[in-house]
């Protein structure tokens, strides 16, 4: 099986395909095989940028309903949401992250009695999880492996639309997901794929 770009930032190798296959085959058994069929079709990937319009990560969703969400994470850049300082996100559902290539660095942060608590530069390599709860703010600071090398495996558990958002660490301020009125443009730039059929 040869290499297949999908778009610029994301080429499909036969060892991206076989990490990933191995990873659903033993942390998501109950899920369809995923075929190499599947895996190269344009459509099962989204591009996500950053703040700035740059290749964040990868994704292809496995499956998504109410209770839970399964998904392949390709790790470009680390997720660091603010230039000026730590801006950590929490997620609306809790999650496992089994990293099954490469790794990062995560801060963490929880808001307890009005007090930030921070444990920073928390390694995550592959083999490893991640367990993130839905009242923890994070960022991964740092990709331990070349862009496109780290792949993480999302168990997610049920969600609530509109329970996540932002923690300032050094006030300890909340504040939900705000809208990026740029982000639409940047993601149809970054998944031309996605529009061109």
């Known amino acids: 099986m040869d290499p297949v770009l999908i778009a610029p930032g994301l080429t499909l190798t036969t060892a991206l395909y076989e990490t990933t296959a191995a990873g659903i085959d033993a942390y998501a058994a109950d899920l369809v095989p995923l075929t190499w069929e599947q895996f190269i079709a344009p459509m099962s990937w989204w591009l996500v940028p950053d703040g700035s319009g740059r290749l964040s990560k990868t994704e292809l969703t496995l499956t998504e309903d109410r209770d839970r969400t399964v998904k ?17 996100h929490s997620h609306p559902w809790p999650f496992e992250s089994r990293i099954l290539a490469g790794g990062y660095s995560e801060d963490r942060y929880l808001l307890v009695d009005s007090q930030v608590r921070a444990e920073t530069g928390r390694e995550h390599g ?53 809208q990026d009125a740029l982000f639409p443009e940047r993601l149809r730039v970054l998944n031309p794929h996605r529009w061109s059929r």
Request: aromatic share 4%.
């Open 72 to 88: 392949i994470n390709v790790w470009h850049a680390p997720d660091i949401r603010r230039t000026d300082g730590p801006l950590p």
């Open 126 to 178: 592959q083999g490893g999880v991640n367990a993130v709860a839905r009242d923890l703010y994070h960022e991964v600071t740092e990709l331990h492996s070349a862009p496109g090398a780290t792949v993480t495996l999302m168990l997610c558990g049920r969600g609530e639309r509109g329970t996540w958002g932002h923690l300032d660490p050094a006030t300890g301020t909340l504040t939900p997901p705000q």
